[in-house]
């Protein structure tokens, strides 16, 4: 009887954890975790010069931006290599049941790395920026276009010295 009273609790436990897997969870749950397997994704793709890792995560409009921006670092014999270093979600908003937009706060830290003999890559560079995600529901949430509102804000903690805003950063809105 004890036993089974203990199996009962911890998988009332279990049921109660995955409830925001099962598509329970609040707007701000949803549009930070669109975000971070897109982001997580995006980066793969850079590093990889693969875009169709961005299928599951992205339209097939965003995801032919994407290709031709590492066709580009292709040619140029670069791949960009990329770290998201903080992302803070400022505003989740559902103007219908299946399209999710989402504002966030990232830094991200980058740099173009060479990989073909005689090409020499580019600095690294680390860029704030504030980004507007808009996602709609397919089977999952797929990004359908996301855009620059600002670059290379000030950090919040004002004794961290001001990163410059430098072309790169703000060249494209997938060029993080």
């Known amino acids: 009887m004890r036993r089974s009273r203990a199996l009962l609790f911890v998988t009332s436990l279990a049921t109660l954890a995955a409830t925001p897997l099962l598509g329970c969870s609040s707007p701000l749950r949803q549009g930070e975790h669109a975000v971070r397997e897109y982001n997580t994704a995006l980066v793969a793709a850079y590093r990889q010069s693969d875009a169709s890792l961005l299928d599951p995560f ?4 965003e995801v032919n931006r994407v290709k031709v921006l590492i066709e580009w ?8 290599e990329s770290t998201l270093e903080s992302l803070e979600v400022v505003r989740v908003e559902t103007p219908t049941p299946d399209t999710l937009e989402v504002e966030t706060r990232e830094r991200w830290r980058y740099f173009d790395r060479a990989v073909r003999p005689g090409v020499t890559g580019r600095p690294e560079v ?17 990004l359908e276009r996301v855009s620059t509102l600002a670059a290379d804000e000030p950090p919040k903690d004002e004794s961290t010295p001001r990163t410059p805003p430098t072309t790169a950063a703000t060249a494209t809105d997938h060029e993080l």
């Open 58 to 61: 992205a339209s097939a409009a």
């Open 73 to 80: 670092k292709q040619s140029a014999g670069l791949v960009l």
């Open 126 to 142: 680390t860029a704030s920026m504030r980004l507007h995600y808009r996602f709609v529901r397919q089977a999952t949430w797929q």
